[in-house]
């Protein structure tokens, strides 16, 4: 009788909780369901070391990098502020900067951030390379920036067989144009991807713009980021009365969200609820209110991941009003862009490029030129007046969901199996 097969065994490497990451979560529990003998080293906010089995994988969770003083200073000093001065304090944090003055400032506490974060990460690197002396892996799979130098120390020691680096988003365009993070981000990316067996990315734009920023002979696989199939029931043959738009995700900077709840001034017909939170939450309440606009506009916070899908399929239109003020954001496909698909959701967007690129090829919804709120106001009126338009383009995206976005379907892309 022969002896079993042994298992592959796959090391995957975070910073941040695996948990909490749809991405890395359901990229761990599909190598395991191929038949890999899987184990994540994350880091833990709680400052502990600590190690447990979930979902059939190991976890290795290290301490996470502590925040930058100044901004444990910024935190501090708001709880102490009455709420109006902390008010004006998170306005200037979230806002563009108005003026070069302002801009040099903050770019300059940007920058020290920044090298904050890399000392700290450095230090993560070497917890997470040192953590299983003598172990060989045939997998390395290092997610983002971040943890792929470790990645490269396993790969290049021989403790790491085969490495694959999967980018969640364009590193060398992540901040404004021609800041120093940007630039030392490119240059680590560079140092790194050479290592790399194999590269992966969120869509087909970042695949291109990663392959042609550095050289590579082989163009990134490309795994989008899509929720599992939703078997739960959806509506995409009925249109609530008033119609039913959402916003789901963080509330915070770049997103559109002032721009979207000002779009309701001129909206009839329609509802927004803003299901998430943020920096930005009490702004947008005390926008919202200001506006008059208490009976169009919800703001309902928090909400678990595996209770997403249930708050989409009560809506009709999803809407992505992001602002494109880097390019990470101008080619991003957002989580959510899947998930009002799968949820059986129309699209209104902000006419960026994968997201036009996408919601027109299936017909899924309208994308407005910019973020202008009478321009948003102009899309989902004309969406909310037509119910029969609206009930295709919900049908289309369901359809497009069940076809090509969910993440059994985007996994098939993955580049190695066990």
């Known amino acids: 009788m022969s002896a079993p097969e042994e298992l592959k065994t796959v090391l995957v490497l975070l910073i941040g909780e695996v948990l909490e990451d749809p991405r890395v979560h359901k990229t ?18 709680s400052g502990r070391l600590e190690k447990e089995i979930a979902d059939g994988i190991g976890i290795v969770r290290f301490p996470h990098r502590r925040e930058f003083i100044l901004k444990r200073l910024y935190n501090r000093l708001g709880g102490l502020l009455k709420p109006e001065y902390r008010r004006v304090v998170s306005q200037i944090h979230e806002d563009v900067p108005s003026s070069s003055v302002m801009a040099a400032l903050r770019n300059t506490v940007l920058t020290m951030n920044f090298n904050h974060f890399m000392r700290s990460t450095e230090k993560i690197g070497h917890m997470m390379t040192g953590a299983f002396p003598g172990r060989t892996f045939d997998l ?25 680096y999967d980018a969640h988003e364009f590193w060398p365009g992540i901040g404004v144009h021609g800041s120093a993070p940007n630039t030392k981000l490119r240059e680590l990316e560079a140092e790194g991807i050479v290592y790399a067996d194999r ?49 789901q995700g963080k509330v915070q900077a770049f997103r559109g969200l002032e721009e979207l709840v000002l779009a309701f001034r001129h909206i009839d017909g329609a509802v927004l609820t803003i299901s998430g939170y943020g920096p930005l939450v009490e702004r947008l309440e005390r926008l919202r209110d200001s506006e008059g606009l208490g009976g169009k506009v919800t703001i309902t916070g928090k909400y678990a991941p595996d209770e997403a899908l249930g708050i989409i399929t009560g809506h ?24 009002y698909a799968m949820g059986g959701l129309a699209l209104a967007a902000n006419d960026l490029p994968y997201l036009k690129r996408v919601i027109e090829e299936h017909a899924m919804g309208r994308i407005f030129p910019d973020n202008d709120p009478e321009k948003i106001a102009e899309a989902i009126n004309t969406m909310a007046g037509d119910r029969e338009k609206l009930k295709e383009y919900k049908r289309n995206a369901r359809k497009a969901a069940e076809e090509h976005f969910h993440w059994d379907k985007q996994f098939t892309n993955y580049p190695w199996r066990p």
């Open 316 to 339: 009709d239109i999803g809407v992505l009003p992001f602002n494109p003020v880097t390019l990470s954001i101008m080619y991003s496909s957002p989580n959510k862009l899947f998930d």
């Open 140 to 164: 390395v799979h290092c997610n983002d920036v971040d943890t792929l130098a470790a990645g490269c120390i396993l790969r290049r020691s021989g403790a790491a067989k085969t490495l694959v």
């Open 199 to 247: 590269v992966v990315t969120v869509n087909s734009m970042i695949a291109e713009m990663i392959g042609k920023e550095y050289g590579l002979k082989t163009v990134p696989s490309v795994v989008m980021n899509c929720p599992p199939l939703f078997g739960g029931p959806v509506f995409t043959d009925m249109v609530h009365d008033p119609v039913r738009v959402l916003y």
């Open 28 to 45: 761990c529990l599909s190598l395991r369901n191929s038949g890999a003998d899987v184990t994540v080293v994350c880091t833990n906010p």
